[in-house]
Structures are given as structure tokens and as C-alpha cells.
């Protein structure tokens, strides 16, 4: 799998990648439109950042390169590449409970805190890239 060489891209089946985790110095890119919304995107080898409309959606430490983000009512979809071990946080509902799902392997329920925040562990190092399935 390929890094996201323009930082952000949508994608045919309506999913958008994003983040670059193999680039030595920061970049980002702005204001990038998408089904009415707005996207930003931070990325280099150490972290990775998404944002729509100025809300915090999605971030990893270290970067990562992530392929086929989408979400909806159910919960959040997308496959994630690095070359280390990563920690990820994405925003979903507050204080409500979702199944986990990494490499295709439930890894138990996970309850949001109040800011809607959830945080798993993604074992990369060995693996390259991970699908991560976030469900209610």
C-alpha cells in the first residue's frame, strides 16, 4: 500500500485518505471540500491530524497514512498504515459504546468519554497496515 502522496484524496466509493507517515517535515493542507464539508490534514512521521469544519476527527501518534476513512451512523471504517506501533484517537458520539474491530478481530467494546473521544493501539510494526472497524 502507497502513502497519500497529495496528503488528502477522496475516493471513488466515497471514502477519503489521508496522512503521510513516511515525510521528515510537517506539511498540511487546508480547506479541502468534500461533500459540503471542510478538511484539514497534518501529517508527518510522528503525527498525523484530520479535521472537519475546525472539529477534531481523527489523529495518530506516530503518523500514519490512512486509506478509505468513512463514517456514518454506524460507526467509522478505514484501513491504517505506519511503520511503527501507533496509538489512535478518533471523535465519535458521546459517552456511547462501540465495538472494536482491528485486523478483522474484535478486541472488546469501548466507551467514548463525554467528548465523544475513543482511543485504541494499532500494532503496525509487524504488520505494515490494519483494517480498523470502529461499530455501535
Known amino acids: 500500500m502507497a502513502v497519500v502522496e497529495e496528503l488528502l484524496r477522496k475516493e471513488e466509493d466515497g471514502a477519503i485518505s489521508f496522512g503521510n507517515h513516511k515525510l521528515e517535515n510537517k506539511a498540511k493542507l487546508e480547506?479541502?471540500?468534500?461533500?459540503?464539508d471542510?478538511?484539514?490534514v497534518k501529517t508527518y512521521k510522528t503525527m498525523t491530524k484530520?479535521?472537519?469544519?475546525?472539529m477534531f476527527v481523527y489523529?495518530?501518534?506516530?503518523?500514519t497514512s490512512v486509506i478509505g476513512f468513512a463514517e456514518d451512523e454506524k460507526g467509522i471504517r478505514f484501513i491504517v498504515e505506519g511503520d511503527e506501533?501507533?496509538?489512535i484517537t478518533v471523535e465519535l458520539a458521546e459517552d456511547a459504546e462501540y465495538e472494536v474491530f482491528i485486523?478483522?478481530?474484535?478486541i472488546g467494546k469501548m466507551?467514548?468519554?463525554?467528548?465523544?473521544?475513543?482511543?485504541?493501539?494499532?500494532?503496525?510494526?509487524?504488520?505494515?497496515e490494519?483494517?480498523?472497524?470502529?461499530?455501535?
Do not use: H, R, W
Not at 473521544?117 to 504488520?127: E, F, P, R
Not at 490494519?130 to 455501535?136: A, D, Q, R, S, Y
Open 85 to 87: 506501533d501507533a496509538q
Open 38 to 40: 471542510l478538511y484539514k
Open 111 to 128: 466507551k467514548t468519554n463525554l467528548g465523544g473521544k475513543l482511543n485504541i493501539s494499532t500494532q503496525l510494526a509487524q504488520a505494515g
Open 50 to 54: 484530520l479535521e472537519k469544519n475546525g
Open 31 to 36: 480547506d479541502f471540500e468534500y461533500n459540503g
Open 103 to 106: 485486523a478483522g478481530e474484535s
Open 130 to 136: 490494519v483494517e480498523v472497524k470502529i461499530l455501535k
Open 59 to 63: 489523529e495518530s501518534v506516530p503518523g
